[in-house]
């Protein structure tokens, strides 16, 4: 809502384009009206990045999500994303495909590992493979400064304000991740093709 997401997408987009693969922002459908949305001080959305449909994403060899936290668990807006892609479900439209997750939550205890954890059961009921963070960046280690992200994809920390911004530590975890993450998906498609 307040654009932490969207940034740690931009920087993982281009940590994959760094890796030779291409890489599109899309956003979910607003599901909330523009009252509510007002009263929230929710910034408009961007216009230039497309909304996503259910059909659009076999399009892609593989899918990050990057998911706001509410109480815990993934937005409303990105579970009713979800819940239009039983059509792709049913044909197994995304089997095979990589997938990968990134957060914002508003606080350290905000629910980044429950958020990973239950938008997992998404991935695999799609017969998707996942492909977590693990520590591949040592900065996930760090305790001198909170940040946000774990073995399960990188995050951020909003504040419950909104206020606060990706730090370096956690823009670099991002970035280390989308490169990883398309090492992955064109291994995988190569090695299909061959």
Wanted: with cysteine.
């Amino acid at each position: 809502m307040y654009n932490h997401v969207k940034t740690l997408a931009e920087h993982i987009k281009s940590s994959i384009e760094d890796a030779g693969c291409e890489a599109t922002l899309l956003q979910v459908p607003e599901t909330l009206p523009a009252g509510v949305l007002e009263k929230m001080h929710a910034p408009a959305k961007d216009e230039s990045i497309p909304i996503a449909t259910a059909s659009m994403l076999t399009e892609y060899d593989g899918i990050l999500f990057g998911i706001p936290t509410r109480f815990g668990m993934a937005a409303a807006q990105m579970k009713a994303f979800m819940d239009s892609t039983g059509g792709l479900w049913q044909s197994g439209g995304l089997v095979g495909k990589t997938a990968g997750i990134f957060f914002s939550t508003g606080t350290q205890n905000g629910g980044q590992e429950t958020t990973a954890m239950t938008w997992v059961t998404q991935l695999a009921h799609h017969g998707m493979i996942y492909v977590p963070l693990g520590y591949i960046n040592p900065a996930v280690f760090d305790l001198s400064t909170p940040h946000g992200g774990s073995a399960w994809g990188p995050g951020t920390l909003a504040g419950a304000d909104g206020s606060r911004q990706p730090s370096d530590l956690e823009v670099g975890v991002a970035k280390s991740y989308g490169a990883h993450f398309a090492g992955i998906t064109a291994a995988l498609k190569a090695g299909r093709s061959a």
